[in-house]
T-cell receptor, first 116, second 109 residues
Framework: DTGVSQNPRHKITKRGQNVTFRCDPISEHNRLYWYRQTLGQGPEFLTYFQNEAQLEKSRLLSDRFSAERPKGSFSTLEIQRTEQGDSAMYLC??????????????FGEGSRLTVL | KQEVTQIPAALSVPEGENLVLNCSFTDSAIYNLQWFRQDPGKGLTSLLLIQSSQREQTSGRLNASLDKSSGRSTLYIAASQPGDSATYLCAVNGNKLVFGAGTILRVKS
């Protein structure tokens, strides 16, 4: 078990371009979370999946953002028509929640996005 | 809406000191609370998980307590070392983790 893996680690793009980040959770973890973190702040919740179902989305997740988790394994987070305000660290976490309990979350190293 | 506050925002101590980081939250309806460490430009490393039914958890030189009724948690670090320098984040878990802004710790050798 190699932990939560995120790719790419760094992405520099021009405003208006689309970007996609990938997260591979710890194997057999049924829950997967996406967070965004800007400098000097704690991470902010974006969305989470239980298996392949997207159960909650933050209002921070505008219609330019879309997340998927096909087959309940890896997940992708796509940002369309990027804006400079999208520059941040995008963090993925997974957990093996049982019933209503979310369990302990384990985070990846993050994907840093810079929009020029 | 859950809000998490961490005090102090920054702390600088000489090596060897014992120290306490504070975390408060507004909604006591939580499943658990996690303390994380974050090094600059890196992801989050889970330090301790306290279930809502527990009062404290210990791991090595770290001890975390939870008082759910008053909405408070503390992280105690014994005999601090320069390698402990990092940002420490508290997060409470309803059905998702809500984070504080963190405490930036610097341990001077």
């Amino acid at each position: 078990d190699t932990g939560v893996s995120q790719n790419p680690r760094h992405k520099i793009t021009k405003r208006g371009q689309n970007v996609t980040f990938r997260c591979d959770p710890i194997s057999e973890h049924n829950r997967l979370y996406w967070y965004r973190q800007t400098l000097g702040q704690g991470p902010e919740f974006l969305t989470y999946f239980q298996n392949e179902a997207q159960l909650e989305k933050s209002r921070l997740l505008s219609d330019r953002f879309s997340a998927e988790r096909p087959k309940g394994s890896f997940s992708t987070l796509e940002i369309q028509r990027t804006e400079q305000g999208d520059s941040a660290m995008y963090l993925c976490a997974s957990s093996s929640g049982q019933g209503v309990s979310p369990g302990e979350l384990f985070f990846g190293e993050g994907s840093r996005l810079t929009v020029l | 809406k859950q809000e998490v506050t961490q005090i102090p925002a920054a702390l600088s101590v000489p090596e060897g000191e014992n120290l306490v980081l504070n975390c408060s939250f507004t909604d006591s309806a939580i499943y658990n609370l996690q303390w994380f460490r974050q090094d600059p430009g890196k992801g989050l490393t889970s330090l301790l998980l306290i279930q809502s039914s527990q009062r404290e958890q210990t791991s090595g030189r770290l001890n975390a307590s939870l008082d759910k009724s008053s909405g408070r948690s503390t992280l105690y670090i014994a005999a601090s070392q320069p390698g402990d320098s990092a940002t420490y984040l508290c997060a409470v878990n309803g059905n998702k983790l809500v984070f504080g802004a963190g405490t930036i710790l610097r341990v001077k050798s």
